[in-house]
């Protein structure tokens, strides 16, 4: 049977050490032009029912990169988005793929394709979870000398998919984790307990951004509006005004803290200019990592 990456649980913490290790040493070969075709002669398609551009392009590029080639699928280009089944769609890509990267909704669609699939299938966002840029994110943080196992860590803002697979990553690697969020959106640990572990890890949720921000090592925000939500983002916007990364939060975190975002950025929403373009901000890089960790979880899962 096919090993899948659907969550960040499916990976233990000594694979994510592997992980950070193959993925500086893929970057430092990017950067001095001497990439391995590792995955050569292999074909991997990417089926994204939501639109991306940090996923897709770097997923894309990876795998180029790594010697295989992509095929980009939407809804659009399959039977899929016209009435077929998922199980029939998966059984027929596996025939014709040596690897499927799925981009969709709900975490029960993902896992009704991975259970008829014969090819690892890897999950580049779903409403539960987005395990591949936390694996990216952890990376950057540790390539910038943060110790992963000792760091607070405060998430600012809505309890979505990349809070839960951070709540996954806590309790794998034991750091401290302050959530955030508004009565009414923070994470729903019941809906979590599902796909992952969660008795390993300090975990606290508050409605007080300073006191999740206080004597963080790290704060990290994402969109107040999600991919689906676009009916309450009046009352979304409303809700989250008092969330805002900006310096006066930014103020509360440890001197020097570093500032993350998964981007896309709704500036002067969720994060100001000031805190995305300041000396703390590592957003870019968070990017830039998405290509690399990318190859390391492609090379992990695709290779063999």
């Known amino acids: ?167 996954g990553a806590a309790a794998m690697l034991g750091f401290r984790f302050s959530i955030a969020a508004p009565r009414g959106y923070e994470p729903d640990l019941k809906a979590l307990s599902r796909t992952m572990p969660l008795g390993n890890s300090d975990i606290e949720i508050v409605n007080d951004p300073a006191k999740a921000a206080s004597g963080a090592d790290v704060l990290y925000t994402d969109v107040w509006v999600s991919m689906g939500q676009e009916k309450d983002a009046k009352k979304r916007k409303e809700i989250f005004r008092p969330y805002q990364l900006n310096n006066k939060l930014l103020s509360c975190a440890k001197k020097g803290a570093l500032v993350m975002h998964c981007l896309p950025a709704h500036r002067g929403e969720e994060i100001t200019n000031e805190v995305a373009d300041g000396p703390n901000s590592i957003i870019f890089e968070q990017a830039e990592n998405k290509l690399h960790a990318g190859k390391a979880i492609l090379e992990m899962f695709m290779k063999g």
Do not use: W
């Not at 709900?106 to 991975?114: D, I, K």
């Open 1 to 167: 049977m096919p090993r899948h990456f659907l969550s960040i649980s499916d990976i233990s913490k000594k694979e994510l050490e592997s992980v950070f290790k193959r993925a500086s040493k893929l970057k430092a070969e990017k950067k001095a032009g001497r990439m391995r075709a590792t995955l050569k002669g292999k074909s991997i398609g990417l089926v994204f029912e939501k639109l991306s551009t940090r996923t897709r392009v770097s997923f894309e590029v990876a795998i180029n990169d790594l010697g295989a080639n992509s095929l980009y699928l939407n809804p659009n280009d399959l039977q899929l988005g016209r009435g077929e089944t998922i199980s029939d769609t998966s059984k027929i890509l596996s025939s014709y793929l040596d690897g499927v990267i799925l981009r969709t909704y709900e975490q029960e669609r993902l896992e009704e394709f991975a259970m008829s699939a014969t090819v690892p299938v890897i999950n580049a966002l779903t409403d539960l979870e987005h395990p591949t840029q936390i694996v990216s994110d952890l990376f950057t943080l540790k390539e910038a000398g943060i110790n992963l196992g000792k760091m607070k860590f405060a998430y600012i803002g809505d309890g979505n998919n990349v809070v839960n697979s951070f709540i």
